[in-house]
């Protein structure tokens, strides 16, 4: 008799146990607040982000293989190469990320194609600072890359703008689309992408 309860919790806990796991899968399968796209992961709402798609950059003084770039703060979603828990801001420090959105309103802007320019800054899951006396701004330490070619959304489409410093991206065409393509399914506005060329 002893044998037979033991054998009866036994299974019960068993029982509970499979159940607890399939919740457990079932929860994360449906966890779509973090989506793997594009070599990195799209984060569907970050509370506060710095995003340099357009950001004028000065060389670090300190270390000329960095730059220090004058970025927005955003939130919402975003892309990088780091977890969306990396990305939590903590206090005044936030992860520099992608979005497409100053390619859409209120801005409007478009992608100027670097080819032969020699350096632009990296700022992709770069650290940085949120101005203290504006929170709409951010400084962001990014690394200097030399890689050709690049595109930025600063510039005003004007080909002289290349020969300044920008925090900018190196073209991977087919990752870049399946990040734009994910920006667009979440409808987040910009993500049709202009290029100033018009293509």
Known sequence: ????????????????????LLFAVSCSANDDSAISVGGGTLCVDTPRFALCTSAPCQINP????????????????????????????????LRSNFS??????????????????????????????????????????????????WETLGGECD?????????AGHMVDKQFQEQLDAFARLGVPGADYPYCSGE
Request: aromatic letters at 6%; a negative charge; hydrophobic letters at 40%.
């Open 62 to 93: 300190s270390d000329s293989n960095y730059a220090i770039c004058d970025c927005v703060v955003e939130s919402g979603a975003n892309w990088g190469k780091t977890t969306c828990e990396e990305r939590i801001p903590q206090g005044t420090v």
């Open 1 to 20: 008799m002893i044998a037979d309860k033991r054998t009866i919790i036994w299974t019960w806990t068993c029982l509970a146990a499979a159940v607890l």
């Open 159 to 167: 080909p002289a703008a290349c020969d300044q410093l920008w925090s």
């Open 100 to 149: 497409p959105i100053q390619a859409g309103p209120p801005s409007y802007l478009k992608a100027l194609v670097c080819e032969d320019a020699p350096m632009w800054a990296s700022c992709l899951d770069a650290l940085c600072t949120v101005d203290p006396k504006d929170p709409t701004k951010a400084k962001c330490k990014c690394l200097v890359a030399t890689t050709t070619p």
